[in-house]
């Protein structure tokens, strides 16, 4: 008898019977994402990301796990508990994206243009003041919220390569 890619041996077959011990898959009810714009250089993308993450868990402490430890009990500090999704989008797909987060109400954190040519925090946050809303140049925003909020916020943008 000839198989067909859909047909598995009885040995790869799994039962998930009471006994089971094979703990569930995590889903996570929100998600974190960042949308970065799609003429970004690779060096600026990775700086941005950076960035634009290290907000969301100082905003929303529950995204943050537990500390880790190695088995010689050195200690690392916590990450965030659920994947970052990373897309990419054009200058107009992240300016719709920061109005539909900004309507939600959603955590946030942005990049814009002018903060390549700053060099620390001060000056980044007066570069972002400087700007009504919607005139910011942005190259990056990330945002935090319940799955289906955020997927409406990134729509028109794809998943980064």
Known sequence: MQRTYKTMSYRGRQSRGMNDSTPEPI??????????????????????????VSGLGTEVPEVVGEPYVDADDVAYLPMF????LIFEGS???????????????LPRALFTSDLFATGNDRDNRAAVRAVPTG?????GLAVHGPRNAVD????GAWMHP
Do not use: C, M, Y
């Open 27 to 52: 889903r996570f009810d929100t998600k974190i994402a960042v949308l970065l714009r799609d003429d970004l250089e690779p060096w600026q993308r990775l700086n941005v990301t950076a960035f634009l």
């Open 135 to 139: 005139q910011l140049d942005l190259v």
């Open 91 to 105: 200058k107009e797909t992240l300016t719709a994206a920061h109005g539909k987060a900004v309507a939600r109400a």
């Open 152 to 155: 409406k916020v990134l729509k």
């Open 81 to 84: 508990r659920q994947p970052v």
